[in-house]
């Protein structure tokens, strides 16, 4: 720059140079740097500029294809898991009701046990009530013989033992319960 200044200050020495003052030699020399760049760059540079930026556009267009791609795969992957979970959900849901049915029918099945358990203490406590009834009725039976005998024996004055005799007495307690 520092050249130019000094050339142009060779040259015009006493020449009047404002900005607005064209200046042929310039102006032509001005042109030729131009047009020979312009070619240089032509010939050189903007092949490789437009090179590369149809292969940069190439590998967009190559990225936003595999993008799209991935992106209908993963919506894919994404409604098989949707539906892959409302099938867990589902069979998870049977799953608790099947349990709950089991539990409810074990539950009952345990409380028939236990009722029909009850039922059968219950009769075998009647029965050996009954039994004991029995028992003690026909242990009263014999203490009553026993005793009709020995109130008999006092008021005849004598031992009565005999079993006819006890025969007698139990047929007669016997005959008294049927009339009750």
Known sequence: ????????????????????????????????????????????????????????????????????????????????????????RSSAQSLLAEAKSQSERERTAAVEKTKAEQEEMLARARREIGAERERAIADLRLEAVDLSLAAASRLVGQRLDSESDRNLVTGYLASLETKN
């Not at 142009?8 to 020495?13: C, E, R, T, Y």
């Not at 404002?18 to 200046?23: L, M, N, Q, Y």
């Open 1 to 88: 720059m520092a050249l130019f200044t000094l050339l142009a200050l060779s040259q015009g020495a006493g020449k009047d140079l404002g900005p607005f003052k064209v200046e042929g030699g310039l102006t032509l020399w001005t042109w030729v740097v131009f047009l020979t760049l312009f070619f240089v760059l032509k010939k050189f540079a903007w092949p490789a500029i437009l090179k590369s930026a149809e292969e940069r556009e190439q590998t967009i267009q190559r990225q936003l294809s595999e993008a799209e791609r991935l992106n209908a795969e993963a919506k894919t992957l994404l409604l098989q898991q949707e539906k892959a979970m409302a099938e867990a």
